[in-house]
């Protein structure tokens, strides 16, 4: 029996032809695969039926959510692609417990609309929430917009269930807090990008929603200065800090040209911009005084006056209502498009130790300037977080790959990472194979070789 | 030459004979052993020649910080005992970054102190912070009093530098917060018991220290109504909950026999008594207003009041002074004195799902009643953690095995783990055997054979 039908003795969901080639395009449409098949399975019994089956025959098999990555890590050339998609099932939610019970293939916006209706939040998100699916976000250990205050997909995590290569099923779905019994097998498999297993389900942190936020768009005198200005916020809000990113002079040029709709409401002249938001779930926060304000408006207000007297802040516009909120998240969220808008275009995922960013910043444009005069950059950051998505546009094709090597160079240099939150997949395995500590790249590998002897689990992603 | 002179080679530090054997005793008194040496390295360089020796001449090795760990897990028989404790220098402290790079042998009330003298905390801590050790801390990814607000020492920690078995130094010193460059070996060392390599140095979080504490002992009708004391108390606080705390009437019973000097505010005939103590960094909170009264407190009050009229709170003493908040600490931190005041004695270090410590409470009672009508408990629970330890006391000795695996078996069917905080070592290996997931088990022994090919690193201990 060959092996397709194996399958469809499993499950009746494997798609093939042209029915399978949707699963073998990325999201971005750079990867344009082929893959032998489709399979999505329903239970994680089927998982395990279908990986036992795939060591025995050594197929390839390739674990997909939302299929919403950035690096290829789904790209299928010949394998088969193991769909968690119909694993949409949200087993619980225990709000006493503030723990959510969920499959892999659960839609990340429903998670949240499920949280939401309890009065409390799965804090993770980003753009692609709508299609994102936990079993990728768990894979990819994603960042997103609020890992400043709760931490990346890591933090979020108590327990994972992982199918393994060859279909033994590894239970780690465990609820606690404390838990020092052995090996931290979880945060292995979390960010392991499909290649040491498959996550089939997750226990995940839930908080309380925040009920007032205060939002605000601010100037200061440089990035170390808005790194104090961070401290200083946080230490005075007691860490209600959720959204803290920086967008220098070469981001409000692109905004002035791409989005000119946008209006900033500092201007686009300034070389320093931070928009900033502050949530709490305190009743003294949010309950409206008699004049109708927010109280953790006031509060920010007067945290920012007082911080504009110490000269970290030098001008400041506060949301005065959800429009003018909305706009600076627009602002904001402009980057994917008008970061884009150019070419030859070179995208960096980059982390750097926080007060190293201004002297990277320093150096990019130095070093970058001597390699090609004619160079622009639009940067932006999740600056909390030390997450600098570092644009670049070279004068010519041809100078794009010495650029993205010069950046990398500087980050390796500077203690920093080439891939912050987004992974390695495919796109970067020559900066893993380049810049990663090769102890560490060693020591990676002995791990893939136990887990996956037969190297049938995501091959080629990962590890070079 | 021999393996003592050619560690002599290394450095001179090594100790034989009477000199050693102070080291091969534990901090418990329970496990009394003669180690090979002790050597003494100063540099990770020396500890990589060390390593590669012991790796060659297949000399097991068992590394030790501060020596004040509960599971035997530094127990040294006929081993190369490596003592980090001449590693003990703070590298740096960089504010602005809130990260503190150290060596392992760094004391942990040494770093506390140098993080104040910068407005700053590192907010591990634990009875025994005068003499542990961070390369311990990491080994046993311990837990203590703020884990609630700040997690475990994993989280806490952005990168190390670890030795590997065969003397390759293995760099991880991040200082990032996010870094998605391949598996997560930084935690799979933490928590290893030094069975997969040797921490040298970390890289470690700090955080604002608090300025105001407000500290109270509160009476609730039972754990259920705990925990959603807990829930609304975070949600009114905006997480600033430090210490939540429980103490039920076993405990208070062994604290009026063995502790009559300390007096609870809300006397002993009490139930179900928590003690919880928030903080916080923000100035409106921490500046007494004209009556001399700190905000924070009367924030607590006043969330207390509401919590009583909503049924959550039966009765309420907030401490007034600094004596009587030390007066409640002490009542809390007498746990050990008190509860190992009777023979025979079953300690437990237990975590379970949130929500289900009220009924684990109810099962134990009811079980081991069956197995021992006249058993006695002395619990106490790190409660927002999901931590009890639920100290047992057996009619006799005969019977102290056959509850302390009833408890475990309670844990098991729950879901919960049989070592929360401290670690396995030696003490819970048989627990490990008896009741770990198999195939985390398997996992485990590959991970090992992986990074300890020749089972040098601390041979016998964490898995079975």
Known sequence: MDILSRLKAITPHVLTGDDALPYGRDWVGKYETSPLAVVRPRTTAEVSAILALCHETETPVVPMGGNTGLTGATAADGALILSLDRMQTIREIRPEARIAVVEAGVILQDLHDAAEAHGLTYPMTFGARGSARIGGTLATNAGGSNVLRYGNTRDLCLGVEVVLADGRVLDLMSELHKDNSGYDLRDLMIGSEGTLGVITAAVLKLYPAPKAHATAMVTTTGLSAALNLLNALQTRTGGMVEAFEYMPRGYMDNLAR???????????????????????????????????????????????????????????????????????????EAAAEISTAEKPVVINDLCLPLDRLEAFMDQAETRLRALDPGFKTCPVAHLGDGNIHYTVYPSTYELADPLMEEVEEIVREMGGSFSAEHGIGLSKLPSMERRKNPVALEMMRAVKAAFDPKGILNPGKTLP
């Open 258 to 332: 791409f989005r000119a709709d946008l209006t900033p409401p500092l201007g686009h002249d300034q070389d320093h911009t931070i928009f900033l938001e502050i949530g709490s779930t305190m009743l003294r926060d949010c309950t409206p005084d008699e004049t109708g304000q927010i109280p953790l408006v006031s509060h920010l207000e007067e945290t920012l006056g007082v911080l504009f007297e110490e000269g970290l802040v030098l001008d400041a516009a506060l949301a005065q209502s959800e429009a003018q909120r909305a706009l600076m998240w627009e602002i904001r």
